[in-house]
């Protein structure tokens, strides 16, 4: 295995446990009912558990771009979004999906609606974007081994 990859190797996992531990700091914010404070300045009118989900959805868009663009940089040939997928191993999805169930009850404790809707679309693309970020770091290694 080269030194880039290995290094890519290392950056993603870094990002990887930045995004799950993000997901479980969320969902237990939210499940202890506990105020937060927003780095994004937002000027609507929106509840706790909107701006929390806000916050959390951005970065996890952010971290799943980075992990993207790191997989494209460290290997050879590109891979398709398709094959980066297919090589996320499911044992990897066991934290993501616990936090989407947590997610769905903290949805189903919502006394809003709307916190409900958010709650649950927020947890779905948590899930997705693990899968792709897993699917990262397995495509670099397996891209090392050919």
């Known amino acids: ?11 993603l996992s870094a990002i990887n446990i930045m995004t799950v531990a993000a ?15 927003s780095i994004i300045p937002i ?4 509840t706790v558990c909107q701006i929390l989900l806000l916050n ?6 952010i971290m799943l771009l980075i992990s993207i663009v790191t ?4 290997t050879d040939i590109p891979y398709s979004p398709k094959e980066i997928l297919a090589n996320c191993a499911g044992i990897f999805m066991i934290i993501p999906v616990i936090v989407f169930l947590a997610a769905v009850y ?7 609606a709307a916190d409900k809707l958010w709650l649950i679309l927020s947890g779905l693309f ?6 792709v970020n897993f699917g990262c770091i397995l495509t670099v290694k397996s891209d090392s081994e050919n």
């Open 56 to 61: 959390f959805t951005i970065v996890v868009a």
């Open 43 to 46: 000027k609507t009118e929106m």
């Open 126 to 131: 948590y899930v997705a974007a693990n899968a």
């Open 71 to 74: 997989t494209y940089l460290a």
């Open 23 to 37: 997901g479980v700091i969320t969902q237990l914010q939210l499940a202890l009912g506990k105020d937060v404070t």
């Open 1 to 11: 295995m080269s030194f880039q990859k290995r290094m890519a190797m290392i950056f």
């Open 106 to 112: 903290n949805a189903v404790k919502a006394p809003v």
